[in-house]
């Protein structure tokens, strides 16, 4: 088996190894790392070929620790390769290991796409020296339950196999005359951007500047791996989503939705319209992304609407095994992961005090 690193020369046949992998993920490739390296990542491409073929990849995220000579390490939903192959694993992985000794990393985290129930890959990353977290310091890792609509039908049936309501819905926003683009340009990532800002101001949760969504577009529209959807009602925008595409998957990435005529229901006309595409496009799955867990059932938990609405597609739902380690440095990595968090948070309790007594 030979390791390689990947440079610009090796981007294509990196990208194919890896979509046309079963559950090979737009995060791990080149152009991923392109995106992630305008803000402060630096992406290191790596693979392992046997007879001049692709077995494994991985593209890991560094990032350097302020005011240290360490980093960590990260490899968003992957690394790419048969988990239920115990030496391939124990071999690439090891692989994995030297690069993090030699960057002087603390920790290789990974979130590989493989459901919980396969026990054979999980214990397979354990003997590789991965070890489960259940939460840490770091920031970024990728959701552990989602909902996939698999796309083994015809449009037809997979309308039919919605929920009454959502059809009804899909329905109603046609009849209202609500229309919905695909061809948007990089100039209505602007009007899609406010609308996610109305989104966040509505539902109580923090977005990334606008700068990142044009990074996001220079970086995956040029490929074909981001479409941008933008439904209309009486000639305004009023609603919005992006979605991902890689090999044969999709994955529903933003939503956004003013605050004005959701009576007529754009948001169900543009997952609809998205998942009509992703089917035309042959893909074989449509992922909604993120849930919570459905042992949490806590009516507190503000996503519980939006889980409400991906499951009225008739989704299944897929657990995956969640966030692993690789310890490098043990005395760092206790200090991420136990000292650091802690202290912050007693900071934060004394800041508030504080305020609290000048007030």
């Known amino acids: 088996m030979d390791f390689r690193f990947a440079g610009e020369e090796d981007r294509d046949k990196f990208n194919r190894f890896v979509a046309d992998f079963?559950?090979?993920?737009?995060?791990?490739?080149?152009?991923?790392?392109?995106?992630?390296?305008?803000?402060?990542?630096?992406?290191?491409?790596?693979?392992?070929?046997?007879?001049?073929?692709?077995?494994?990849?991985?593209?890991?995220?560094?990032?350097?620790?302020?005011?240290?000579?360490?980093?960590?390490?990260?490899?968003?939903?992957g690394p790419v390769l048969d988990t239920k192959n115990p030496n391939l694993v124990q071999r690439f992985c090891g692989f994995l290991r030297d690069i993090a000794a030699e960057n002087r990393a603390i920790l290789i985290k990974i979130d590989p796409p493989v459901p919980i129930e396969d026990t054979t890959s999980e214990a397979?990353?354990?003997?590789?020296?991965?070890?489960?977290?259940?939460?840490?310091?770091?920031?970024?890792?990728?959701?552990?339950?989602?909902?996939?609509?698999?796309?083994d039908k015809s449009l037809e049936e997979l309308l039919a196999s919605f929920k009454p309501k959502w059809r009804y819905n899909i329905r109603l926003a046609q009849r209202k005359g609500v229309t919905v683009r695909l061809d948007c340009t990089k100039g209505d990532l602007r009007i899609f951007y406010e609308l996610l800002v109305e989104t966040a101001r509505r539902d109580g949760f923090l977005v990334r500047g606008f700068n990142y969504f044009e990074d996001m577009w220079d970086c995956l529209v040029p490929g074909g791996y981001m479409r941008l959807a933008l439904a209309y009602y009486q000639g305004k925008p009023i609603a919005g989503a992006i979605a991902y595409i890689f090999g044969d998957k999709a994955w529903y990435a933003y939503g956004a939705s003013a605050d004005r005529h959701r009576n007529v229901m754009p948001n169900h006309l543009v997952q609809?319209?998205?998942?009509?595409?992703?089917?035309?496009?042959?893909?074989?799955?449509?992922?909604?992304?993120?849930?919570?867990?459905?042992?949490?059932?806590?009516?507190?938990?503000?996503?519980?609407?939006?889980?409400?609405?991906?499951?009225?597609f008739s989704p299944r739902f897929v657990e995956y095994i969640g966030e692993y380690d690789m310890v490098i440095c043990p005395r760092f990595y206790w200090l991420w992961t136990f000292a650091l968090p802690r202290i912050q948070a007693v900071l934060k309790i004394r800041r508030r005090i504080e305020t609290a007594l000048e007030a």
């Open 22 to 77: 079963d559950w090979g993920d737009l995060l791990q490739s080149f152009e991923w790392g392109d995106l992630k390296s305008r803000g402060g990542w630096v992406p290191i491409r790596v693979y392992a070929e046997e007879s001049g073929t692709i077995v494994a990849a991985a593209s890991i995220l560094k990032r350097l620790i302020p005011r240290t000579s360490r980093c960590i390490m990260y490899v968003p939903r």
């Open 124 to 151: 397979n990353l354990r003997d590789a020296g991965f070890r489960p977290v259940r939460t840490s310091g770091f920031g970024g890792t990728q959701p552990k339950c989602v909902m996939q609509l698999d796309l």
């Open 272 to 312: 609809w319209t998205l998942i009509s595409w992703a089917k035309e496009s042959g893909c074989k799955w449509y992922d909604f992304r993120g849930v919570s867990p459905r042992n949490d059932v806590s009516s507190h938990d503000r996503l519980q609407g939006l889980n409400r609405f991906k499951e009225g």
